[in-house]
């Protein structure tokens, strides 16, 4: 069992900056893919960034691509998504999730995950 716990979100006007964390508790952190997922009002649950357990390759969905960072601490079982030049169009409620599904490449589906915090609410002003 894993229990996963999401901070850093909030409103932030266009342009800004935000940082997500995601903490982990239960099973060993350091052996799992850790991905990051976020869900519109009205839409289906879109896949924005995923990492290796042990941080060598990240993965972004492409509408992030360029503005966030994912990136993971396995000494604080903790991984973030680094949030830059915000748009209107990012508001969502993030996810972030776990892959023990034990492939090489983890997944972009959300499908493939099989823990999720209860999200934070990211809300983006124009």
């Known amino acids: 069992q894993v229990q996963l716990r999401e901070s850093g979100g909030g409103l932030v006007q266009a342009g800004g900056s935000l940082r997500l964390s995601c903490t982990a508790s239960?099973?060993?952190?350091?052996?799992?893919?850790m991905g990051w997922f976020r869900q519109a009002p009205g839409k289906e649950r879109e896949f924005v960034a995923a990492?290796?357990?042990?941080?060598?390759?990240?993965y972004y969905g492409d509408s992030v691509k360029g503005r966030f960072t994912i990136s993971r601490d396995n000494a604080k079982s903790t991984v973030y998504l680094q949030m830059n030049s915000l748009k209107p169009e990012d508001t969502a409620v993030y996810y972030c999730?776990?892959?023990?599904?034990?492939?090489?490449?983890?997944?972009?589906?959300?499908?493939?995950?099989?823990?999720w915090g209860q999200g934070t609410q990211v809300t983006v002003s124009s």
């Open positions: 239960g099973r060993t952190f350091s052996s799992c893919h």
């Open positions: 999730a776990v892959d023990w599904r034990g492939m090489v490449v983890p997944s972009t589906r959300s499908s493939g995950y099989d823990y």
């Open positions: 990492i290796t357990w042990s941080s060598g390759s990240t």
